[in-house]
């Protein structure tokens, strides 16, 4: 247990450094919203200096961080300069969608690539040609391909936006699921070859160790010695990997959102950054930072309850 | 009577990279009767362990092997298929391996893989009965641990139950008692002495000990030229021979190391970092004294985590004592030292696998000291002679541990480890030390190649005053080694006394308790 409180504790340190660093590099950057909306003829002046006294009155860097952490905490993130809506609304929904599409691309990854990895004799050549064909692949490539199939083959339903408000029915379950297929598979194969990889590397190694090998001479059945002797031997490289995918589910589906035009976080990060919407990156920024510190978190106890011998060293 | 086991005209080679091939066994026939009990002896390398592999159907990797017939109990092993062979282990074969830690599942608690060896159906009741069995005391407690929670010769007993289970009719034991303390190889060897009384299974034991064979079996067969031969225990071995001479010279002088109240204490020294590290810090030197003087060989002996390994490493300057003071030919040592002193200490540790990088030859593993050691000539001409003059110190290295010159093209997996130990010590050598620290160096080794690097070692010393200073818990054979006993425990060094007068001079309870697990031993006969 103090284990997993200094885990959080950590967790919350950095976290804090997180919001910090973003924080003094956007104000870093030179210009700001107004700077490119000065530009435009077509607004006048007087309308800008109305929409910046709308904002904040200009405090230093701390200041505006001090009061910035106090909203944040209760939930208010500020409103975005861009769509003039409240950011934790903006980016809740957004959220939702994206995670909906990595996490379907994550867990086809992992099922596909445990499936495949554990084959063994010549399909296990075959698979192992087969990853390093799509490895070299850029993954933008295999979604234009997969894109241009869909449209050959006519199932390319135009996308609606996902939202809640529709209700969750069935219908619209349905809906939702067929258009998330082709992007998720985009992402689950863009994501394969390195499971696969991991997968083939830690049973091979596994395969060899000295208590399999001992299992195998008292003659266990095949089945025991892979389920209860090999995979759990393998496992644990395997754990981390996952905990690393968890934790990039918000931040690595950029290009298949912005090909597919899929309406989640990374597209909108992409435009705010464009625009300096400050609020939008920095909370966008923070919710992918406690998505990787969760990720971790969640391998590092995946580890202890498999492995008996983290758990005493934790003790 | 009808053997239960007999090879006949087996041949094995070891292929090695760039398809070079090494023949380890030509030819060679063995027949093991019911409830007869075999012994291999072979010095390592020898390719014993290949030969169990062969038998239980799961060859070596890299090995090749030829057969012209295989039986157990009457029937034919070569037709058999690899499922019918793993069958066939699970009912009638019993193995032992070499290093019972490794060779448990760190995932899975004892009990379960006890009753996954069970053929069909068990009770916890019958998990309990069979560790107890084997002299467990506290089989509760062992069926509810995993195996990094108990010692080496608890997994060991353990991996004994699990043989014994399905009654097999042949126990094939690969060195079953070598990795363990001297304490618990003498309970293994009885309980293995025991359970053969019991259940008469027929047994083939492969050791590099003779001691170990002749006190389990009924038959010893020596590997020589990869043919088997039986064999003939030789009737005295080293005891007493050469040594004694040494042992009134050089009364006083200047001791060429000499340590004064060294201390260390394991992790860091900072409270919040030991807080967050969340380990006790465990002091592992608490002021140690100790003087060897030029020409002499003292050995420190004590149990595992008393402190040996930490002083040898501190005089080698690998880990940087807290408190003390370490003298090299009356001049202060300090942590970071001068190259020229370092070649002049060196330290051989006992785990080659890591201390040897996988990726050199053997020839690029002895050059290497070398190469840091001399300051690299720039002009051509002294380059060649210099290279040439390499050559020959590799050379000479290699041929003092005996290992042939073709060896200098193989990498450490490919050798098996008493040879790369010999490695090893060729890696210390090569630098003309003054001073060799040797940290459990013998320990892995056949007890032949033990002498011979003892013999080695003495030559040395004869021949340029070599000081040594063995780190072992073997205290029978550093009474053997050493002109010298220093008893190490807890952090200190608690009395030392010369060799020849340590079994009557010797007071303190952990020289005691290393008398008492010596004696304990199978007497050589």
């Known amino acids: 247990m103090r284990v997993l409180a200094r885990r959080v504790l950590h967790s919350l340190i950095s976290l804090l450094a997180v919001s910090m660093l973003c924080f003094a590099l956007l104000s870093a950057a030179p210009g700001d919203y107004f700077s490119e909306l000065r530009l435009e003829p077509g607004i006048s002046q007087q309308t800008l200096r109305a929409m910046e006294r709308q904002t904040d009155p200009r405090r230093s860097l701390a200041e505006r961080y001090v009061f910035w952490c106090e909203s944040a905490l209760r939930g208010d993130f500020g409103n975005s300069l861009s769509y003039h809506l409240p950011v934790a609304s903006l980016l809740s929904e957004r959220i939702a969608n994206t995670l909906m599409l990595s996490a379907a691309g994550l867990f086809g990854a992992w099922v596909l690539g445990l499936a495949l990895g554990m084959s063994e004799g010549w399909f296990a050549s075959l698979v192992r040609v087969f990853t390093s064909l799509l490895w070299s692949i850029p993954e933008p490539v295999l979604a234009l391909v997969l894109l241009l199939a869909a449209l050959k083959l006519h199932t390319l339903a135009p996308l609606t936006v996902p939202t809640s408000e529709a209700g969750w029915s069935l219908a619209h379950f349905q809906s939702l699921a067929g258009q998330l297929v082709l992007p998720s598979l985009a992402m689950a194969i863009g994501y394969l070859p390195v499971v696969i990889h991991h997968v083939q590397r830690g049973l091979v190694a596994a395969r060899e160790a000295p208590a399999v090998e001992a299992a195998r001479a008292h003659g266990l059945p095949y089945r025991r010695i892979l389920l209860h002797y090999i995979l759990p031997e393998a496992a644990n490289p395997l754990i981390s990997l996952f905990g690393l995918g968890v934790g990039s589910l918000l931040s690595a589906s950029l290009f298949v959102e912005v090909l597919f035009g899929w309406p989640g976080l990374g597209q909108l990060l992409l435009n705010a950054i464009l625009v300096r919407d400050t609020n939008i990156v920095v909370a966008g920024v923070l919710c992918s930072a406690v998505m990787l510190i969760a990720g971790n978190l969640l391998a590092d106890i995946l580890l202890w309850l498999h492995d008996p011998r983290i758990r005493e060293v934790a003790q | ?397 290699l041929a003092a541990v005996s290992l042939p010159v073709e060896y200098s093209e193989r990498c450490p997996p490919q050798l098996s480890g008493g040879e790369r130990q010999r490695v090893a010590i060729a890696r210390a050598l090569v630098l003309h030390p003054s001073l060799l620290l040797l940290d459990e160096a013998l320990t892995g080794l056949d007890h032949e190649l033990q002498q011979s690097v003892l013999e080695l070692l003495g030559a040395l010393r004869a021949q340029m005053g070599l000081t040594c200073i063995h780190f072992s818990h073997d205290l029978s054979q550093m009474l053997l080694v050493a002109d010298r006993i220093a008893v190490m425990d807890e952090g200190r060094i608690v009395e030392s006394h010369p060799a020849a007068e340590f079994s009557r001079a010797a007071r303190h309870p952990a020289s005691l308790r290393l008398l008492d697990a010596m004696l304990a031993k199978p007497e050589e006969r």
């Open chain 2, 1 to 397: 009577m009808k053997p239960v086991l007999s090879i006949q005209e087996l041949s094995l080679d070891y292929r090695l990279s760039k398809g070079k091939q090494v023949r380890v066994l030509r030819g060679t026939s063995l027949a093991i009767g019911q409830g007869e009990a075999v012994g291999l002896l072979g010095p390592s390398g020898s390719g014993k362990t290949s030969i169990l592999r062969f038998i239980l159907g799961m060859p070596s990797p890299g090995a090749e092997t030829r057969c012209a017939a295989l039986q157990f109990e009457g029937r034919d092993l070569l037709r058999m298929t690899a499922r019918e062979r793993h069958t066939l282990r699970r009912n009638r074969m019993g193995v032992i391996f070499q290093d019972p830690l490794s060779r448990f599942s760190p995932f899975r608690r004892i009990s379960r893989q006890v009753q996954d060896v069970f053929p069909r159906r068990y009770s916890r009741i019958d998990t309990l009965r069979c560790l107890s069995d084997v002299g467990l005391a506290d089989p509760e407690r062992i069926a509810s641990s995993y195996s990094h929670q108990l010692s080496g010769g608890e997994c060991q007993r353990i991996a004994i139950a699990q043989a014994l289970v399905s009654e097999p009719s042949l126990l094939l034991a690969d060195e079953p008692s070598s990795a363990l303390d001297t304490v618990a190889q003498r309970h293994i060897l009885d309980l293995l002495i025991k359970v053969r009384a019991q259940h008469g299974m027929a047994m083939l034991v492969i050791s590099h000990d003779p001691a170990t064979l002749l006190a389990l079996v009924d038959r010893i067969l020596v590997m020589r030229d990869g043919i088997l031969y039986d064999y003939d225990p030789p009737r005295s071995t080293l005891r007493g021979s050469q040594r004694s001479i040494r042992s009134k010279e050089i009364e006083t002088e200047v001791p060429l190391l000499e340590v004064r109240n060294l201390r260390l204490q394991h992790g860091s020294s900072r409270r919040w970092r030991s807080w967050l590290e969340s380990h006790q810090p465990h002091p592992a030197l608490q002021g140690v004294n100790l003087a060897v003087r030029p020409g002499e060989c003292v050995a420190v002996v004590g149990g595992s985590g008393s402190g040996k390994s930490t002083l040898a490493r501190c005089i080698a300057g690998i880990d940087a004592p807290q408190a003390g003071v370490i003298y090299f030919a009356g001049s202060p040592l300090l942590h970071t030292r001068p190259l020229l002193l370092r070649a002049h200490l060196q330290l051989i540790l006992q785990d080659t696998v890591g201390s040897l990088n996988p990726r050199l030859t053997v020839a690029q593993i002895l050059e290497e000291p070398l190469r840091i050691h001399q300051r690299r000539p720039t002009m051509s001409h002294i380059q060649s002679s210099v290279q040439k003059d390499t050559k020959d110190r590799i050379n000479r290295a």
